[in-house]
T-cell receptor
Framework: DAKTTQPTSMDCAEGRAANLPCNHS???????VYWYRQIHSQGPQYIIH???NNETNEMASLIITEDRKSSTLILPHATLRDTAVYYC????????????FGKGTKLSVKP | GAVVSQHPSRVICKSGTSVKIECRSL??????MFWYRQFPKQSLMLMAT?????????EQGVEKDKFLINHASLTLSTLTVTSAHPEDSSFYIC?????????????FGNGTRLTVT
């Protein structure tokens, strides 16, 4: 599976949009971009995933560049409860494979 | 959405004893479940892949005789830490994917905090 690069940490003001970048320049054509987050002392929570089109659900939006070498997770109106470590993971979908976690981005939402 | 339930959420045991952790998929079936371990301030590391009806496969460096995995049904996998020692203290997390769901993501339990005294 392709490797991803994320900033170690980011801050965001409460109520503002949080934009979390991820680089995955070695992504293969059949690999998806997955985003998870882990709030302290909890298991990872699935947020969203996509292949090449932008995706939106009730939690977030995922913007994938046309060359698919990078993506951005957008939390439109961050709240204090969105403070967590956010993981960007690239993996094939539809398989029985596991996910490989990197260090992620520690997002701190501040009042 | 798919729910993975893990029990217990935290356990304290004495060195030398064994601890069993359960992982259940509540509203879907999973032929494969994954067990991860997370030490403080580190990311999740895959320990083993649990396969329903067959033997688990373990990652390099994970002792299969110490971390016993049983996947007896399509909704239940168990991890038993045998003869636990303080260095086994960690956060153990299971995950599963809906086998019957196309393009379904991996879902995680809420983890089990194991403390060995």
């Amino acid at each position: 599976d392709a490797k991803t690069t994320q900033p170690t940490s980011m801050d965001c003001a409460e109520g503002r949009a949080a934009n979390l970048p991820c680089n995955h320049s070695t992504i293969s054509g059949n690999e998806y971009v997955y985003w998870y987050r882990q709030i302290h002392s909890q298991g990872p929570q699935y947020i969203i995933h996509g292949l090449k089109n932008n995706e939106t659900n009730e939690m977030a939006s995922l913007i994938i560049t046309e060359d698919r070498k990078s993506s951005t997770l957008i939390l439109p109106h961050a709240t204090l409860r969105d403070t967590a470590v956010y993981y960007c993971i690239v993996a094939r979908s539809g398989s029985q494979g596991n996910l490989i976690f990197g260090k992620g981005t520690k997002l701190s939402v501040k009042p | 959405g798919a729910v993975v339930s893990q029990h217990p959420s935290r356990v304290i045991c004495k060195s030398g004893t064994s601890v069993k952790i359960e992982c259940r998929s509540l509203d879907f079936q999973a032929t494969t479940m994954f067990w991860y371990r997370q030490f403080p301030k580190q990311s999740l590391m895959l320990m083993a892949t649990s396969n329903e009806g067959s033997k688990a496969t373990y990652e390099q460096g994970v002792e299969k005789d110490k971390f016993l995995i049983n996947h007896a049904s399509l909704t239940l996998s168990t991890l038993t830490v045998t003869s636990a020692h303080p260095e086994d203290s960690s956060f153990y997390i299971c995950s599963a994917r809906d086998t019957g769901g196309y393009n379904s993501p991996l879902h995680f339990g809420n983890g089990t905090r194991l403390t060995v005294t």
